[in-house]
């Protein structure tokens, strides 16, 4: 049996082509689901997720690059999905020393608080500053919904992440 060593470089190559799968899927596939009213948020699970396990530096380049794709595919002024992906990579990041990876209620936590940060961010750059008070409305019909649904995929998606980081440490 031959023994590969994965390195670093295909390492970010794994992490490169897991990001881009998660994007087509959010941008493509979840919007075609008639009955889904909003879709889980793939993109900030797998920054928070990468931050947690990998630390504040693949943290805020994994939020780099999902914001810059997220900026890249929807309108609006260049640069706000990158500083939120980036700064919850970063802040999920910081949590990596003190973090025990295989529980899941951590990043159950975390994919609540990062999902209602995400989401007031949008909030606030999109509506409140266009004049649309209507909060509320907002809270209930968009966050909530969207909040949800990334719990629940919070937990298939990190329990894999979790046990490709067991592969990548297994293998180095």
Request: aromatic share 18%.
């Amino acid at each position: 049996m031959i023994n590969v060593r994965v390195g670093k470089f295909s390492k970010a190559i794994i992490h490169i082509l897991i990001i881009f799968f998660a994007f087509f899927i959010q941008t493509s596939i979840f919007p075609l689901i008639p009955f889904l009213s909003c879709s889980p948020n793939l993109l900030l699970i797998i920054t928070f997720s990468y931050g947690l396990l990998y630390g504040e530096d693949v943290g805020i380049i994994t939020g780099l690059f999902c914001g810059f794709l997220c900026d890249m595919y929807f309108n609006g002024v260049f640069g706000l999905y990158i500083l939120i992906y980036s700064v919850i990579g970063f802040a999920n990041g910081i949590l990596n020393a003190s973090f025990f990876e295989d529980t899941i209620t951590l990043p159950m936590l975390l994919s609540l608080v990062n999902g209602l940060v995400y989401n007031v961010y949008i909030y606030i750059t999109h509506f409140l500053i266009r004049r649309r008070f209507n909060f509320p409305f907002y809270l209930f019909n968009v966050i909530a919904p969207s909040i949800l649904f990334t719990l629940i995929t919070t937990v298939l998606i990190y329990k894999l992440l979790y046990k490709l980081n067991l592969i990548h440490k297994r293998t180095l």
